[in-house]
């Protein structure tokens, strides 16, 4: 399933508000030195920063803006590059923080000619668009009922972009989603795992639960059932867990999900999903939410027991006894 992800809402940049970065239009291009780089907020009175900015007469800025919640993830500006900025995923998903970026709004004018005019200049409209792609999971459960199902571990296995560069002022957007390429994209072989060291597993609800699918939740904060990754193709990965069960951990193997559970009464199991679509390595688009979904089945063991008829002991050879 693959949806615009939603897990940086307007509400959250209310909350936590964004950056935006202003550059002068000149003859020759952009001004390298931003005209503004400010931390937008929302009060009372609509969205405000600290320090009075106003249009240059005569001149024509272009904007560029992200959201502040992904600063921890976030690298910005490149070295002296402020139209540039850069994202690294960090492993735990707790960590990962959906980046939104606004595409360029360029040759932005005030409302007036002369600039503000009884402070009724038109405002800049900001759209913010995930960069990222969200990754969660469900399970559902056929012929479980009475049984409970604990998932004790999750994680996606391959080799992964891990970090890389937005050139902001090369980022479009069309009507649902962002287009760009990453600069100095950087991959690595990495082991996501959705389950923090330590917590507890997942477990179904007692009772009726056969044909229904479940939020896999590990904590108490929502956001934290989902992974926030770079947008990319998977690369294969060696197979140091022996997946294939053939001894030889060197071998490269395609990206795969590796599900441990456990049913109610039974063994725990471990299932490995490759992760791939029609035959290739899975690939993650920009601004889409994914939503794998396990299904987990039982089948009780069962015996059909039938006692045979007496069979007739027959013997065609016969021996003669004499009478004393």
């Known amino acids: 399933t693959m949806t615009k992800?939603?897990?940086?809402?307007?509400t959250t940049i209310e909350d936590l508000g964004f950056s935006v970065i202003g550059f002068e239009e000149t003859t020759t291009g952009l001004n390298a030195t931003p005209y503004l780089d400010k931390d937008v907020e929302k009060g009372d009175e609509g969205w405000t920063y600290e320090g009075a900015m106003y249009w240059p007469d005569g001149s024509e800025l272009t904007f560029v803006a992200f959201g502040n919640n992904a600063l921890d993830n976030v690298t910005y500006p490149v070295g002296t590059d402020f139209t540039k900025l850069t994202y690294t995923v960090p492993a735990a998903a707790a960590s990962q923080k959906d980046l939104v970026i606004s595409p360029v709004k360029p040759n932005c004018t005030s409302a007036k000619p002369n600039g503000i005019d009884e402070?009724?200049?038109k405002a800049v409209s900001v759209r913010l668009y995930h960069a990222l792609s969200r990754v969660g999971f469900k399970v559902k459960t056929i012929g479980v009922e009475g049984v409970e199902v604990a998932i004790s571990d999750i994680t996606m296995r391959g080799t992964f972009v891990t970090s890389g560069t937005f050139d902001l002022t090369q980022i479009t957007a069309g009507e649902k989603t962002l287009s760009y390429t990453l600069t100095d994209p950087q991959s690595s072989d990495v082991s996501y795992p959705l389950f923090a060291a330590g917590s507890q597993p997942f477990t179904t609800e007692s009772g009726s639960n056969e044909n229904n699918i479940y939020d896999i939740v590990p904590s108490t904060?929502?956001?934290?059932?989902?992974?926030?990754?770079?947008?990319?193709t998977v690369g294969n990965v060696k197979d140091t867990e022996d997946i294939d069960?053939?001894?030889?951990?060197?071998e490269s193997v395609t990206p795969y999900i590796k599900v441990v559970y456990t049913l109610e009464g039974a063994k725990q199991q471990t299932a490995i999903i490759p992760l791939v679509k029609d035959e290739t390595n899975f690939k993650f688009d920009i601004g889409k939410a994914y939503e794998?979904?396990?299904?987990?089945?039982?089948?009780?063991?069962?015996?059909?027991?039938?006692?045979?008829i007496w069979q007739p002991y027959t013997d065609t050879e016969t021996e003669t006894f004499p009478l004393n």
Not at 221 to 232: C, V
Not at 245 to 250: A, L, S, V
């Open 5 to 10: 992800a939603t897990v940086a809402e307007t």
């Open 119 to 121: 402070q009724n200049a």
């Open 221 to 232: 904060d929502e956001n934290d059932r989902f992974m926030m990754i770079m947008p990319g």
């Open 245 to 250: 069960n053939d001894e030889d951990t060197e």
């Open 292 to 308: 794998f979904v396990f299904t987990v089945s039982t089948q009780a063991v069962g015996f059909d027991v039938e006692v045979g």
